[in-house]
């Protein structure tokens, strides 16, 4: 208790700032009585709040005090919280001076541009306008949100696309669905702020979309998606807000007596009675749940987004899609409320046309924005599954119709009005579609007879129940299509012995298993066009080699596939030529043996000098599993990964290449260079390599390090990485391969001849240097003074290189779109 005092305590003294204002808040509160439902003094909206009227009055000093005053508890519990967090974090990011100015300049300007529009739109007559316009506002939330999306520009990559992606989403979803004069003040505000942060952090760079991974793309939009979700929800707990999609809550405001209501509508058909019909068919349980159906499938699809799952784009496009369908749904039921004197103000030409335009672009955009990055979203479910959840749903909705067409049919006499059969059928689609989709439009009959009212409200939500049960099961479903085996199976065999210094590679998603019979020997694989690529050696016994090989081509073979071992290290190369296959070069490895190691001698001047520099500095490392990581640490890597991404305009390379999402596995290890205070500098992720069940190698994998950490860093942390596997016994360190590089050759050795094959390796090897640096990363490498090692690509057919070739950089660059493709042209020619 008292060191998490003590933290806050050092925070506050970090913000003062922001901790003023919070205080601020709160004796604003009790001076002008704001704090409790009672105030001290009369109508402190009218003296210190900001809206059309008060500006119209002169009363300029409104649009200051605003700022400082929150109009009720709950928002001066916000505010609070708010500054302390928020505001907190734009006076970290930008200092107290760059605070003060966006504060004063987004808020008041923010109000100033608000109330304005305002103004303009009711002198118009603009329906949300006239709406708000004598309203009032207290509301220190304006210059919070301005303060916040101004020091965006002074953060990191990562959470300046985040800040401003999830703030811009709840803002627009509180405009649309609450709609009163505070959202669209924020939102003004928020512009503004970005504008200004611009300004402010002089960025030179023109204003471009950021590259994010593929983990934190699914992330955003996942995001994106569960924000709209929730606006719904907005809409029912504010039933007096002007947002356009608003009109939702009002068919839950207040429903008239059944059993009053049938009776005295019984064989009447007056408006009144045609209303007040539409309204009870509304009422209940049943129905409210299934208002709430589109929110609940998509806050699921927006799980199965952030777990990648292709099924879960299309859900959410579809629901969206709906949504906009729905919005010109809702005009009618709106203007049958008014009609009916449910209240609210009329609508004209104008103000639907606004509220169609606004109600349908946002869908249709998140839609689209999808559809666009399903790049990001490659996890496919079998087709089992699909065919299994389409076979269910369409059967239960069968099922269910007939259940609602039998019972309705033997007490048809119980329907007010009186009820067809016909009319019966043409209402079955009714009972299984959100209310807000049909309201009132249609003919309406309302049954009266306990069981069928049962089973009239019931069968739609009952539907929908087994519809989500049956889309979480997709979700849950793996593509079984090429995949044999299983991954935990596949590492036991990884620890048992074999596979070489990459065979951990294996193990990350995307590849698929093969086994043998007698389940003595592995393949990690993946198919892509028909080439089935494996991922380094196969995991066996050096004297099954041969066997295994072609026991996993004739498995590739019965599937119409064409093997390629890529990544295959020198012993096996004998195992090809029995089989009649050929190889090529594809990298060199560099192999350091801790063992062994001696970092004496001017070869290892620079590593020393790395090491000695380091320690002087007082880094220190941290040799751990990713599940190890303190909540703090695992954020800084996530950062540090994410701002090395975002700095590239050039497509994410996978295959033999892992990312953050590899270094979670509790087998891997990673060494972190840390600061005096703590602060990460560096990371560098190691795969294991065991022979009974007992490391005795790691290969390097994922490196990265913090923009401002010292030179020499990642030196510092390899050689720390190599000195402590000597403690431990470690024989080999392998610092990976090296694609399309050559070995330095040994004194009075000579080159290989050349072939049109290696020509095209050299070539290739030249073109991509200046986008992928992977000469440069090799001359790197070269610094720890390593052995080299050539890694090959086998293959039976000569014929098939041009679909290899393909797969290969397919497999490298899975998702790679047209802009990035041309990014990579212009960054070839630009340095070439």
């Known amino acids: 208790m008292s060191a998490t005092l003590g933290f806050f305590v050092r925070y506050l003294r970090t913000i003062p700032l922001s901790a003023g204002f919070a205080v601020l808040l709160i004796v604003t509160s009790v001076v002008t009585g704001t704090i409790a439902d009672f105030v001290y003094l009369d109508a402190p909206e009218e003296t210190w709040g900001v809206g059309v009227e008060t500006a119209s009055n002169g009363q300029w000093w409104t649009f200051v005090t605003a700022l400082f005053i929150p109009g009720d508890p709950a928002q001066l519990v916000a505010g609070v919280l708010l500054s302390l967090v928020l505001l907190g974090t734009a006076e970290l990011a930008m200092g107290a001076r760059r605070l003060i100015a966006s504060f004063l300049v987004t808020g008041v300007l923010g109000l100033v541009i608000g109330v304005f529009f305002q103004w303009i739109g009711s002198l118009a007559g603009e329906w949300w306008a006239v709406g708000t316009s004598l309203d009032l506002t207290l509301d220190p939330l304006t210059p919070i949100v301005g303060s916040l999306l101004t020091a965006s520009a002074f953060l990191s990559a990562l959470w300046r696309r985040r800040i401003r992606v999830v703030s811009f989403s709840i803002l627009l979803m509180f405009v649309l669905y609450d709609g009163d004069s505070s959202n669209s003040y924020r939102l003004s505000a928020a512009v503004l702020g970005l504008l200004l942060g611009r300004l402010l952090a002089r960025r030179g760079k023109p204003v ?55 009776s005295e509508c019984a064989g009447v058909t007056s408006a009144h009675c045609v209303h007040q019909l539409a309204l009870l068919s509304l009422a209940g349980p049943g129905p409210l749940l299934l208002t709430f159906i589109p929110l609940v499938l998509l806050l699921i699809a927006a799980w199965g987004l952030r777990k990648g799952r292709r099924f879960a784009l299309w859900l959410a496009v579809v629901v969206n899609i709906a949504f906009a369908l729905l919005a010109w749904f809702s005009l009618d039921v709106m203007q049958t409320l008014q009609t009916e004197g449910a209240g609210g103000p009329s609508l004209d030409v104008v103000d639907y046309v606004v509220w169609l335009g606004s109600a349908v672009v946002v869908p249709i955009v998140i839609s689209a924005m999808l559809v666009a990055r399903r790049a990001h979203f490659g996890i496919r479910a079998p087709r089992e599954a699909l065919i299994r959840f389409t076979l269910v749903s369409c059967v239960s909705l069968v099922a269910l119709s007939a259940l609602y067409l039998i019972v309705g049919w033997l007490t048809l006499g119980s329907y007010v009005p009186d009820a067809t059969m016909e009319q019966l059928a043409a209402d079955v689609v009714r009972r299984f579609i959100p209310v807000n989709f049909l309201g009132t439009t249609g003919h309406v009959m309302v049954p009266r007879d306990e069981v069928t009212r049962v089973v009239f409200h019931w069968v739609g939500p009952l539907f929908w129940a087994i519809v989500v049960a049956g889309i979480l099961r997709v979700f849950a479903a793996t593509d079984q299509t090429v995949r044999v085996g299983d991954p935990q199976r596949f590492r036991a065999l990884l620890k048992r012995g074999g596979g070489g210094t990459m065979g951990w590679m294996g193990t990350w998603p995307g590849n698929v298993y093969w086994f043998s019979a007698d389940g003595e020997a592995a393949v990690a694989y993946r198919v892509i066009n028909d080439i089935a690529i494996t991922m380094s050696d196969p995991v066996c016994r050096d004297d099954r080699a041969t066997q295994t090989i072609r026991e996993f081509s004739e498995f590739c073979d019965t599937n119409s596939w064409t093997p390629v071992f890529y990544s295959v290290h020198p012993q096996f190369l004998r195992s090809f030529d029995d089989l009649g296959w050929q190889y090529m070069s594809v990298g060199e490895e560099t192999l350091m043996h801790p063992v062994t190691l001696d970092m004496a001698g001017k070869p290892w001047q620079k590593v020393r000098q790395a090491l000695n520099r380091g320690i002087k500095e007082g880094l220190t490392t941290q040799w751990l599993s990713y599940d190890d990581l303190t909540l703090s640490q695992a954020n800084q890597i996530n950062a540090i990964s994410e701002a090395w991404v975002s700095e590239k305009e050039l497509p994410e390379m996978g295959f033999t290449l892992g990312a953050l999402e590899e270094i979670k596995d509790r087998d891997v290890r990673l060494m972190l260079a840390l600061s005096p205070e703590g602060t990460i500098q560096a990371v560098t992720s190691w795969l294991p390599m065991y022979r009974d069940g007992v490391p005795v190698g790691y290969t390097i994998d994922f490196m990265r390090r913090a923009d401002g950490s010292m030179n020499g860093t990642m030196e510092f942390l390899i050689a720390s990485a190599a000195l402590a596997m000597q403690k431990d016994g470690i024989e080999v360190l392998s610092l990976s391969g090296a694609p399309l590089a050559s070995k330095p050759l040994a004194p009075g050795e000579e080159p290989p001849a050349p072939t049109v094959m290696t020509g095209l390796l050299e070539f290739l090897a030249r073109t991509l240097e200046p986008a992928y640096g992977f000469s440069t990363l090799f001359r790197f490498k070269a610094k720890f003074n390593p052995t080299y090692e050539t890694i090959y690509m086998a293959y039976a057919d000569p014929l098939e290189l041009p679909a290899i070739g393909a797969a290969v950089g397919k497999a490298y660059l899975p998702t790679v779109s047209a802009k990035e493709a041309v990014s990579l042209v212009r960054t070839l020619a630009a340095r070439r």
């Open 208 to 262: 471009a979309p950021q590259r994010s991974s593929h983990g934190e793309a699914r992330v955003l939009l996942a995001t994106i998606v569960a924000v709209t979700a929730v606006g719904p929800v907005i809409a029912l707990i504010n039933p007096d807000g002007f947002g356009p999609f608003a009109a939702a809550s009002e068919l839950f405001r207040t429903f008239p007596d059944a059993a009053s209501t049938t």
